[in-house]
């Protein structure tokens, strides 16, 4: 089977061909299901495509898909593939990000994208781009495979979707309970006969007393998962500008049994107080679900940016990668930035990632964002969860299971879990069933929604905190929990800065609304540098006029490079070699130009002798250069 290396985030994947799933997009509401040539639906929603199986008998994948292809309800076909390591569908949009290297012109880049049949998209910044393939180009992935080997492209990256990993835990064999001690631990869980610790909690009850209310109706808490039932009794009346990244709309998508995360999550976080059921940390906030988790570029922008215009003060986020070949490109890192920059009006979302349950030395990728507060978890015993993950980026931790486990709302198509060797459905760790539409549940995926209840609480406090605020007060209150020796200048790396504490940290947002002048002291201003040496010149420095035509074929950042290029360009072709030297945000770089012919005529026939002697290039207007 064909392996294909390409560039994600800050890293590589080695992906590989599906032999049975393709994506198909289509331009017919009909349930693809139903076509002839397909045998099997897996997953309806993943970039915009229906993954399935094809009926194709004794004909091959390739075969198969490039005659549905021909069908007139279907736009796109693509193949589906599974990174090295990883049982994962990915499914590439078919968009690539393109990052060039630095002082490559407009000009340039777009001579990239005829000679690889790309259409412009979105430019992002002066050296980046987005580009779609056409009808005219090979498949995203082997065109980004072949952008990257351009001497004129840093980075040439698919943009890829695939589900992501929901951070709750699985359920241990321990005995649950349906008290919330997470909220306020008097050392006692009188229906399952457990001992805790008395104190190993949030302080949500005190901080409520602080308040001396259950917090603003005004604080907007976007919970993005998936598997929200919004007909639940705690969430119904609270639900505030819905939205589904797969049906490009407010109707949420609901019922599918391999999606229920979102619910239980939610609760934990906005639960309403009505006097049935359960009670989230903060209960009287709105609750804005964004449902469609999704890996793809495009998707991550979209669900940050939907947040940021509709109104979310904190976005809870219980999902995300450890797996190294995913972590975050700079687009899905700009666009968390964004929103924890521009969000509400410019004080910026408060936004939490889950550290992830993989107990690895690491965290999740999504959570180790620098505007990210990344939550850990701790036990009803104020211990380390031993499958939360570790790292410098953990901010605090929050109770959750380990010891016991947290109560939570479950969508009313929740299959449960299956006991091991039972084959018998189960809500609850003992077996014991419980009234109403409740389960345990735990990992970082139940801690992530209880911070951010704490940080609505200190936004209902003092709306006037910024993001950054936010977060700094969050890790100053604090309570220093597990052995002093895991901390180092007041920082461990499983339980951040400390077991988070409500009530302080309401008590510090109300401080600094009562007692702070407000202002906040802005950056100095930095003047772009001022560099000498900028020019065309000989590469025998002799100063050359920015007139006529040559071959450009590199960008360098290391003058030895240039050196290397100039003496085997030189020696091959016996024409003048012509550098630029510019400088790019601190940074000096190179262009190489082969010759400096009056005509473009010369310059083409020059190109064509370097590229059959295997060196590509372009033709390249001196006059480019100015003067």
């Known amino acids: 089977m064909s392996k294909y290396k390409i560039k994600s985030g800050k890293g590589e994947l080695i992906l590989k061909k599906s032999k049975s799933l393709v994506g198909l997009r289509t331009s017919s509401k009909r349930d693809i299901e139903k076509a002839p040539y397909v045998k099997k639906k897996f997953l309806p929603h993943l970039g915009g495509f229906s993954v399935v199986s094809l009926n194709k008998k004794d004909s091959s994948l390739d075969y198969k898909l490039d005659e549905v292809r021909k069908k007139r309800e279907i736009t796109v076909g693509t193949h589906v593939y599974y990174a090295e390591g990883s049982n994962k569908p990915m499914v590439p949009t078919g968009e690539i990000i393109i990052t060039f290297q630095p002082e490559v012109d407009v000009e340039e880049q777009l001579l990239v994208l005829d000679e690889f049949h790309l259409s412009l998209v979105e430019r992002r910044s002066e050296d980046q781009i987005i580009a779609r393939v056409t009808k005219d180009s090979k498949n995203p992935i082997k065109t980004a495979m072949l952008l990257q080997r351009s001497s004129l492209v840093k980075v040439a990256e698919p943009d890829l979707d695939m589900l992501l990993d929901e951070y709750d835990i699985r359920l241990p064999s321990d005995r649950y309970f349906p008290e919330e001690w997470h909220l306020k631990n008097d050392g006692y869980i009188e229906t399952g006969n457990h001992r805790t610790v008395a104190g190993a909690d949030a302080k949500v009850v005190d901080a409520w007393n602080r308040l001396g209310n ?3 109706s005004k ?5 993005i998962d998936n598997g929200f039932d919004i007909g639940h009794p705690d969430l119904k009346h609270k639900v505030y500008r819905p939205y589904d990244l797969w049906t490009r709309s407010d109707r949420l998508t609901q019922g ?34 964004v449902s469609g988790t999704s890996y793809s570029t495009r998707a991550t922008e979209l669900m940050f940016d939907y947040c940021v215009r509709n109104g979310a003060d904190v976005i809870s986020c219980s999902w995300g990668t450890t797996n190294p070949g995913y972590a975050l490109n700079s687009l899905k890192e700009q666009a968390i930035s964004k ?28 959570a180790a964002h620098p505007d990210v507060i990344c939550v850990g978890a701790s036990d009803s015993r104020d211990k380390y969860s031993n499958y939360s993950n570790q790292g410098m980026e953990v901010s605090v931790c929050a109770p959750s299971n380990g010891d016991w486990p947290l109560l939570a709302a479950r969508a009313n198509w929740d299959p449960g879990t299956t006991l091991r060797g039972s084959g018998v459905w189960r809500y609850w760790a003992d077996g014991i069933d419980r009234p109403g539409l409740y389960k345990h549940f735990g990992g970082t995926s139940g801690a992530t929604p209880i911070v951010a209840g704490i940080c609505a609480l200190m936004l209902s406090a003092n709306p006037d905190l910024t993001a950054r605020e936010v977060k700094d007060i969050l890790q100053q209150t604090a309570d220093k929990i597990g052995p002093a020796g895991e901390y180092i200048n007041g920082h461990s790396r499983k339980y951040g800065y400390g077991r988070v504490n409500a009530d302080k940290a309401v008590a510090e947002a109300i401080r600094r609304r009562d007692g702070s002048s407000g202002t906040t002291a802005q950056p100095p201003r930095v003047e772009p540098d001022i560099t000498a040496g900028k020019g065309l010149f000989r590469f025998a420095v002799e100063k050359q006029e920015p007139i006529g035509y040559g071959v450009q074929m590199g960008v360098f950042a290391e003058y030895g490079n240039v050196l290397i290029a100039a003496e085997k360009l030189q020696r091959m072709f016996a024409e003048t070699i012509v550098v630029n030297i510019n400088e790019l945000n601190g940074r000096t770089v190179y262009k190489v130009i082969v010759g400096a012919f009056p005509s473009r005529r010369d310059a083409s026939s020059l190109l064509r002798e370097m590229k059959a002697k295997g060196i590509d290039g372009f033709i390249k207007n001196l006059k480019s250069f100015g003067g």
């Open 214 to 216: 259950l917090g603003s």
């Open 339 to 366: 929103a924890a920059r521009d969000g509400r009006k410019g004080k910026g979302c408060v936004i939490l990632f889950a550290a992830g349950n993989e107990g690895l030395d690491y965290v999740n990728f999504y």
């Open 219 to 223: 604080i907007v808490v976007a919970v």
């Open 256 to 289: 599918d049994p391999s999606f229920t995360h979102g619910t239980p999550c939610a609760s934990l976080a906005i639960a309403a107080s009505d006097g049935n059921g359960m009670v989230g940390v903060a209960p009287r906030a709105k609750f804005m679900p």
